[in-house]
């Protein structure tokens, strides 16, 4: 019922910028929240970002604050990643997942897109 399908990712050189977007669809209500988490190979899944999409409220990760922001479209059902002063560090396959509310615990999230990959390299 619950569809997530992410798109945006691509390669980019240090300092660039890129735009995730998250189309959601299947809820039979706007009270969930949308959270972007990251995989690095070798590395563990973490959240990066969350938006409650009820109230907007929105959450982020330490190392992105100031350089990422998230952003809703309601009439959409669009979620979006607004990643600026990207970092080789960055590099990642992207997830948007879905709770009832935020969190940054990955297990909490019972839905997931496919992932897309972004990469940032010079």
């Known amino acids: 019922q619950v569809q997530l399908v992410e798109s945006g990712g691509g390669l980019v050189q240090p300092g660039g910028s890129l735009r995730l977007s998250c189309a959601a669809s299947g809820f039979t209500s706007d009270h969930y929240a949308i959270g972007w988490f990251r995989q690095a190979p070798g590395k563990k899944r973490e959240g990066v970002s969350c938006i409650d999409i009820s109230d907007g409220s929105t959450y982020y990760k330490d190392s992105v604050k100031g350089r990422f922001t998230i952003s809703r479209d309601n009439a959409k059902g669009t979620v979006y990643l607004q990643m600026n002063s990207l970092e080789p560090e960055d590099t990642a396959v992207y997830y948007c997942?879905?709770?009832?509310?935020?969190?940054?615990?990955?297990?909490?999230?019972?839905?997931w897109g496919q992932g897309t990959q972004v990469t940032v390299s010079s």
């Open positions: 997942a879905s709770d009832l509310v935020c969190s940054f615990y990955e297990p909490a999230y019972d839905y």
